[in-house]
């Protein structure tokens, strides 16, 4: 499975109970931060899949700027979640982009076989 199926289908998983717990505004939020941790880590694997084959300082160049993709998802996060937080419920947020992004770190894993 790809990385952007797993994020997609991860994303779906996670809408669908935070829209059952939550409801349809918190739902709506997970879903966003589950594809912008979908799109960060597809960009990240992306970079970082050519390198797998070269020198050792050119991997680590490519990984750390994947690294930097995610951080920059979690400053988007702390960003949105403070200043609109009436848009951005804070739980559903950190739930829909920590839960699809978090898997998809550990099965980034495969690339190393």
């Given at each position: 499975?790809?990385?952007?199926?797993?994020?997609?289908?991860?994303?779906?998983?996670?809408?669908?109970?935070?829209?059952?717990?939550w409801?349809?505004?918190?739902?709506?939020?997970?879903?966003?931060?589950?594809l912008?941790?979908?799109?960060?880590?597809?960009?990240?694997?992306?970079?970082?899949?050519?390198?797998?084959?070269?020198?050792?300082?050119?991997?680590?160049?490519r990984?750390?700027?994947?690294?930097?993709?995610?951080?920059?998802?979690?400053?988007?996060?702390?960003?949105?979640?403070?200043?609109?937080?009436?848009?951005?419920?804070?739980?559903?947020?950190?739930?829909?982009?920590?839960?699809?992004?978090?898997?998809?770190?550990?099965?980034?894993?495969?690339?190393?076989?």
């Open positions: 499975m790809t990385e952007v199926g797993l994020g997609l289908g991860l994303t779906a998983t996670i809408t669908a109970v935070v829209w059952l717990v409801g349809a505004v918190a739902a709506q939020t997970a879903a966003g931060f589950g912008l941790a979908t799109v960060l880590h597809s960009v990240a694997v992306a970079l970082l899949k050519p390198a797998l084959k070269g020198s050792t300082e050119k991997l680590m160049g990984w750390a700027a994947g690294m930097g993709l995610r951080l920059l998802g979690v400053v988007v996060f702390g960003v949105l979640v403070m200043t609109q937080r009436d848009l951005v419920p804070p739980l559903p947020a950190a739930i829909g982009f920590a839960g699809v992004l978090l898997p998809l770190l550990f099965s980034e894993m495969r690339l190393l076989r």
